[in-house]
């Protein structure tokens, strides 16, 4: 059963960000202490980070290619 509201927005765990974006959990803690991605800690204390954050983030990374007509 669900039981969360369904305005309420998906949060990722650490080891769901590090795999979207292919690194390690570990480097995931690092940018949320460093600033680079805003976490929420559950009452345990485990970080969680909101999934239109991290999508955001990673679509801001993905390179833009290059149309064949400007690398002429």
Request: no cysteine; proline share 10%.
């Amino acid at each position: 059963m669900d039981t969360r509201p369904p305005e309420s927005e998906p949060l990722l765990t650490p080891a769901e960000v590090a795999a979207m974006f292919r690194v390690d959990p570990k480097t995931v803690t690092r940018w949320a202490k460093a600033g680079k991605l805003s976490s929420i800690r559950t009452l345990g204390g485990h970080r969680r980070y909101r999934e239109s954050e991290v999508r955001e983030l990673l679509t801001g990374m993905v390179p833009e290619q290059r149309r064949p007509e400007e690398s002429a």
